[in-house]
């Protein structure tokens, strides 16, 4: 379990992926033990962590990354913070932004930014504060801070019981309960099967309330969306595995151009990606360029699916290169199966995720094109 979610978390590094990792501190668990603690004294610029059990006492000047079984953030953020975890417990200050995921998890340190949260349990209470908005989906959701901004929250039971300056939109399964402490400034906007619990003393002016009854086929749609992507998941394993296996000193090579240099390849794939197929076009509507449209058509749509395998081992290597583990000599099964999930997990990231996994096939696309091209004129 902790070393899916060390995986998962790694994912969230997002475009850091390929070619930024250098711009940040990277503290690994090493082979003798598997947590992490940052001491008091310690100040970290920007700090990205894994390992079973992390805990960051020492304050971040920037941006925090962090992902493991437990996670503890006592220490301040200056910037935003990003994590992950099967328990996740933030009670130092955030200064931005926060973003996190897992599956019980207590806030009780101020967030100057926005709060967005995704977990089993979600707890966010205490000394805790939002200086923006609150979005925050759960099976059991608690919002007991004052929250400047609005609140849009999924949940089975939630309960809000504090001060909020501005809308709220809930959906929930079971349950919407404002304690007697909250004072909701704006209107809310509720979805669920059946209406808010308005305690003895909140103050809650407006409610716009729809009734609606969860979907009863949600269980098998899950299943079949779960079972596709295990299927998917382990395709890319299989053909990755096969490449790599059977021409490694090629893939080492582009690999390597990917990773050395990747805003040149990505600047380089986005323009064979536009070229190539207006090139095959012109070719296609000509008398004697058929034949080689044909050719070109049928190459452009093998690189791009072996784009997308380099694209994978390409990230599972910069991952191996994360955990502080040499690159030379290794099993070459490491990289492809850290790079098919971590590709997959991306996936699954709205908006964001596919903007990632774009920027990687690109420079992927651009390093392979490039070799290709090299190859011929030799």
């Given at each position: 379990?902790?070393?899916?979610?060390?995986?998962?978390?790694?994912?969230?590094?997002?475009?850091?992926?390929?070619?930024?990792?250098?711009?940040?501190?990277?503290?690994?668990?090493?082979?003798?033990?598997?947590?992490?603690?940052?001491?008091?004294?310690?100040?970290?610029?920007?700090?990205?962590?894994?390992?079973?059990?992390?805990?960051?006492?020492?304050?971040?000047?920037?941006?925090?990354?962090?992902?493991?079984?437990?996670?503890?953030?006592?220490?301040?953020?200056?910037?935003?913070?990003?994590?992950?975890?099967?328990?996740?417990?933030?009670?130092?200050?955030?200064?931005?932004?926060?973003?996190?995921?897992?599956?019980?998890?207590?806030?009780?340190?101020?967030?100057?930014?926005?709060?967005?949260?995704?977990?089993?349990?979600?707890?966010i209470t205490g000394k805790s504060s939002v200086a923006g908005d609150v979005?925050?989906?759960?099976?059991?959701?608690?919002?007991?801070?004052?929250?400047?901004?609005?609140?849009?929250?999924?949940?089975?039971?939630?309960?809000?019981?504090?001060?909020?300056?501005?809308?709220?939109?809930?959906?929930?399964?079971?349950?919407?309960?404002?304690?007697?402490?909250?004072?909701?400034?704006?209107?809310?906007?509720?979805?669920?099967?059946?209406?808010?619990?308005?305690?003895?003393?909140?103050?809650?002016?407006?409610?716009?309330?729809?009734?609606?009854?969860?979907?009863?086929?949600?269980?098998?749609?899950?299943?079949?969306?779960?079972?596709?992507?295990?299927?998917?998941?382990?395709?890319?394993?299989?053909?990755?595995?096969?490449?790599?296996?059977?021409?490694?000193?090629?893939?080492?090579?582009?690999?390597?151009?990917?990773?050395?240099?990747?805003?040149?390849?990505?600047?380089?794939?986005?323009?064979?990606?536009?070229?190539?197929?207006?090139?095959?076009?012109?070719?296609?509507?000509?008398?004697?360029?058929?034949?080689?449209?044909?050719?070109?058509?049928?190459?452009?749509?093998?690189?791009?699916?072996?784009?997308?395998?380099?694209?994978?081992?390409?990230?599972?290597?910069?991952?191996?290169?994360?955990?502080?583990?040499?690159?030379?000599?290794?099993?070459?099964?490491?990289?492809?199966?850290?790079?098919?999930?971590?590709?997959?997990?991306?996936?699954?990231?709205?908006?964001?995720?596919?903007?990632?996994?774009?920027?990687?096939?690109?420079?992927?696309?651009?390093?392979?094109?490039?070799?290709?091209?090299?190859?011929?004129?030799?």
């Amino acid at each position: 379990m902790k070393k899916n979610l060390q995986v998962l978390g790694l994912a969230l590094l997002a475009f850091g992926l390929v070619g930024t990792a250098r711009a940040a501190d990277v503290v690994a668990p090493n082979q003798k033990n598997p947590n992490v603690i940052i001491g008091a004294s310690e100040t970290h610029k920007n700090l990205y962590t894994v390992g079973g059990d992390v805990t960051i006492n020492g304050n971040t000047a920037g941006d925090l990354t962090v992902a493991g079984g437990m996670v503890t953030v006592d220490g301040n953020v200056q910037q935003e913070l990003l994590a992950a975890g099967g328990t996740l417990e933030v009670s130092g200050s955030i200064g931005g932004t926060a973003r996190i995921l897992g599956g019980n998890i207590t806030i009780t340190g101020p967030v100057g930014g926005d709060l967005v949260v995704a977990g089993g349990n979600v707890n966010i209470t205490g000394k805790s504060s939002v200086a923006g908005d609150v979005m925050v989906a759960g099976g059991n959701v608690v919002i007991d801070v004052p929250v400047t901004g609005s609140v849009r929250t999924t949940g089975g039971n939630v309960l809000i019981n504090n001060k909020v300056g501005g809308d709220v939109y809930a959906q929930t399964s079971q349950s919407l309960e404002f304690g007697s402490s909250a004072n909701i400034a704006g209107t809310v906007y509720h979805k669920g099967p059946a209406k808010a619990v308005i305690d003895s003393g909140a103050q809650v002016p407006h409610i716009s309330y729809t009734e609606w009854q969860p979907r009863s086929n949600k269980g098998a749609l899950a299943a079949i969306a779960s079972t596709a992507f295990v299927i998917r998941l382990l395709a890319w394993m299989i053909a990755a595995w096969l490449l790599a296996h059977f021409k490694k000193s090629w893939v080492q090579s582009i690999v390597d151009s990917v990773r050395s240099h990747p805003w040149s390849n990505l600047g380089w794939g986005l323009l064979y990606i536009i070229v190539i197929p207006i090139v095959t076009l012109l070719l296609l509507f000509t008398f004697i360029g058929y034949y080689l449209a044909f050719l070109t058509g049928i190459s452009f749509v093998l690189l791009i699916g072996l784009a997308k395998i380099f694209g994978v081992i390409a990230v599972g290597y910069v991952i191996v290169k994360l955990l502080s583990k040499p690159t030379d000599g290794i099993p070459m099964w490491q990289p492809v199966v850290i790079g098919s999930v971590i590709w997959a997990l991306i996936g699954l990231i709205p908006i964001v995720g596919w903007i990632i996994i774009a920027v990687v096939f690109l420079q992927s696309f651009g390093a392979l094109v490039r070799a290709t091209v090299g190859a011929m004129k030799e």
